[in-house]
Structures are given as structure tokens and as C-alpha cells.
């Protein structure tokens, strides 16, 4: 896009790029995502008090962590989806051992599957209500040339390496990353 963007406009915008929509917005998210994960670990295993969020037992924290490194770091317009990683990598790190982190994992799935299941019924609604009409019969071709080879094909080679059934890398490979 940004050397779309430079064609028409004449401008150099490789040094912008690579300072801007990569280093910065990159050091931003892991930065941020660090600190982030620090304060919610710090909050969560080592706040100076007998009510420690731990020992509530409330799973929420790790949604509460999610949305607030996410928002935080997109307000600087930069990358929320890393921040989100690095911060529950930071906050599992905190205290690692801990039973506390079993809670939040099991409650995170729990949101997960809600949270599809509400994502599926809206998809399916929108279907109903001609979300694919402007489609075209190239379109769908495309489409299926991508999910069906493309997909399965890049899945087996970033596979390379890996010690696994070759019915085990097809798998893998055709569902994507899940």
C-alpha cells in the first residue's frame, strides 16, 4: 500500500515505512505490551495486600489485560495484536508456577467460544442478508484456489522441519494456525 501510495504521489517512502509502520509501531507494541503485562502481573501476584487478584480466583484479569493492552496500544496507533502477546507472555512470566494461571486460561477459552459462537450467529445473519451477493464467480474460485492449495501449500512449507506425521503436517497445515 505504501508503495501504491508513493507511486501516485511521488513521495519516498521506503525510510518512513521502515521507521514509522515498522520500528516504532513494532517497539511500541512489545514496549507496551511489556510494561503492561508487568503492571497486570505485579497487580495480579504481588500487590502488597491479602486481597491479591490471585487469590480472588476472578479470571477476568486476563480479559481485563487483553482489552487494556490492546486499547492502550492502538490509541498510539500501533500494533494492539502484539502488545496482546507479549502481555500475557509478560504476565505468565510474573509467577509462572502459580494455580491462578489455569483459572484465567480455562476462563479465557470459556470467553473464546462465547465470543465465536456470537461471531458465527452475526456471520450467519449477515449471509441471509446478502453479504455474498456482490460476489462473483471469479471471486469464489479465487477464494477456494486460496483456502484449498495456496493455504495448505505455504502450511506445509513453513512445516519444514518439523517432526510430525506427514498426516499430521497435512492437518496442520489445512486448518491453519488452530
Known amino acids: 500500500m505504501a508503495m501504491a501510495l508513493a507511486a501516485s504521489s511521488g513521495e519516498?517512502?521506503?525510510?518512513r515505512w521502515l521507521g514509522i509502520n515498522v520500528l516504532w509501531e513494532i517497539a511500541v507494541g512489545v514496549a507496551g505490551g511489556w510494561l503492561i503485562g508487568k503492571l497486570f502481573g505485579w497487580l495480579t501476584f504481588r500487590v502488597p495486600a491479602e486481597?491479591?487478584?490471585?487469590?480472588?480466583?476472578?479470571?477476568?484479569?486476563?480479559?481485563?489485560?487483553t482489552f487494556f493492552s490492546y486499547g492502550v496500544i492502538e490509541i498510539f496507533n500501533?500494533?494492539?495484536?502484539?502488545?496482546?502477546?507479549?502481555?500475557?507472555?509478560?504476565?505468565?512470566?510474573?509467577?509462572?508456577?502459580?494455580?491462578?494461571?489455569?483459572?484465567?486460561?480455562?476462563?479465557?477459552?470459556q470467553f473464546e467460544r462465547l465470543a465465536m459462537m456470537i461471531l458465527l450467529l452475526l456471520f450467519g445473519g449477515a449471509l441471509v442478508s446478502g453479504l455474498l451477493n456482490a460476489l462473483r464467480p471469479m471471486?469464489?474460485?479465487?477464494?477456494?484456489?486460496?483456502?484449498?492449495?495456496?493455504?495448505?501449500?505455504?502450511?506445509?512449507?513453513?512445516?519444514?522441519?518439523?517432526?510430525a506425521a506427514k498426516v499430521e503436517k497435512l492437518t496442520i497445515a489445512f486448518f491453519g494456525i488452530r
Open 78 to 109: 500501533c500494533y494492539g495484536f502484539l502488545a496482546v502477546f507479549i502481555t500475557a507472555l509478560t504476565l505468565r512470566a510474573s509467577h509462572r508456577d502459580h494455580d491462578f494461571h489455569v483459572q484465567m486460561h480455562d476462563l479465557t477459552e
Open 51 to 65: 486481597t491479591k487478584l490471585a487469590k480472588t480466583g476472578d479470571g477476568l484479569i486476563a480479559i481485563a489485560a
Open 12 to 15: 519516498s517512502w521506503f525510510g
Open 139 to 163: 471471486d469464489a474460485v479465487l477464494v477456494l484456489i486460496l483456502l484449498l492449495i495456496v493455504r495448505p501449500l505455504t502450511g506445509l512449507i513453513a512445516l519444514t522441519g518439523f517432526s
